[in-house]
C-alpha cells in the first residue's frame, strides 16, 4: 500500500517529519490525537519521542503499543514543498 510510513524523524513537542513509500514528505502534529488511555501517556514528550516505525505495519508505533494507522498519517500530513 502507497501509505506505508518508510521514515520517520522527531521534530519538535508533537511533531515528526514522514516519508511514504509513494514519496509523499511531510510534517504532522500529533498533539490534538493524544487522547484517550492508549494516547494521553504520549504526552510526555519523552514517552512521546520513542517511536519507530513498525517493519511489519509500516506505520508509527509506540512502546505502549500505541499507533497510528498509515492512512490517517498519510492523510493529514502538512506536505513540504
Given at each position: ?12 513537542g ?25 494516547f494521553?501517556?504520549?504526552r510526555?514528550?519523552?514517552q ?5 516505525v ?26 513540504i514543498?
Open positions: 500500500m502507497d501509505y506505508h510510513v518508510t521514515e520517520a524523524q522527531y521534530v519538535s508533537y511533531v515528526v517529519r514522514l516519508k511514504f513509500r509513494d514519496g509523499t514528505e511531510g510534517e504532522i502534529d500529533l498533539r490534538p490525537e493524544l487522547t484517550g488511555p492508549m494521553e501517556p504520549l510526555d514528550i519523552e512521546f519521542k520513542c517511536f519507530c513498525d517493519a511489519e505495519f509500516h506505520t508509527l508505533v509506540w512502546p505502549n503499543g500505541a499507533d497510528f494507522a498509515p492512512e490517517f498519517l498519510h492523510d493529514n500530513v502538512r506536505v514543498a
